[in-house]
C-alpha cells in the first residue's frame, strides 16, 4: 500500500468514526460499558479529533500527489 492510499483509507475510516460519534452526540445515544455509562460530552471530543484526524488524513492525500 502506498502512502498516498494509507493517507485516503485513513481519511475515510476517521470521516466514518467522526460521523458515528456525532450521530451520538445529537440523537444522545446511550453507551454503557461495564456498568459505566459514557458521557455525551465524549462523543464531542471524539468527532473533534476524528474529524482532525480526517482532514489531516486528507490533506496528506492530496499533498502526496500522483
Excluded: C, D, H
Aim: positive net charge; glycine residues 6%.
Amino acid at each position: 500500500m502506498t502512502p498516498r492510499n494509507f493517507s485516503l483509507t485513513a481519511a475515510i475510516i476517521f470521516a466514518i468514526i467522526a460521523l458515528v460519534q456525532l450521530a451520538r452526540a445529537v440523537f444522545g445515544w446511550e453507551v454503557t460499558i461495564n456498568a459505566y455509562a459514557v458521557p455525551l460530552w465524549l462523543s464531542w471530543v471524539a468527532f473533534i479529533v476524528a474529524a482532525g484526524l480526517s482532514y489531516f488524513g486528507r490533506k496528506a492525500y492530496y499533498a502526496a500527489g500522483t
